[in-house]
């Protein structure tokens, strides 16, 4: 499954919200050395109940705007 997810950087809670046009995802990491990707990845996975190696993002890694798929 490919969702569209929006990452909002510094959040004060992580959480995950479905939207009409998609995910947002909170995360509290700074978007420096990946670890808002990875924050992102955990979230999903919680979210999905799934493990994190079946979460990719495919992409906009190095933007707000990201393509991940859920496998």
Known sequence: MKISVTVKLKSKQEKVEKTDAGYLV???AP??????NEAV???LAE?????KS???IL???TSK???VEIR
């Open 26 to 28: 909170y995360v509290k």
């Open 31 to 36: 978007p420096i050395e990946n670890k808002a």
């Open 41 to 43: 990845i955990k979230l």
């Open 47 to 51: 979210h999905f109940n799934v493990s």
């Open 54 to 56: 079946q979460v990719i």
């Open 59 to 61: 992409k906009g890694l």
């Open 65 to 67: 705007h990201k393509i």
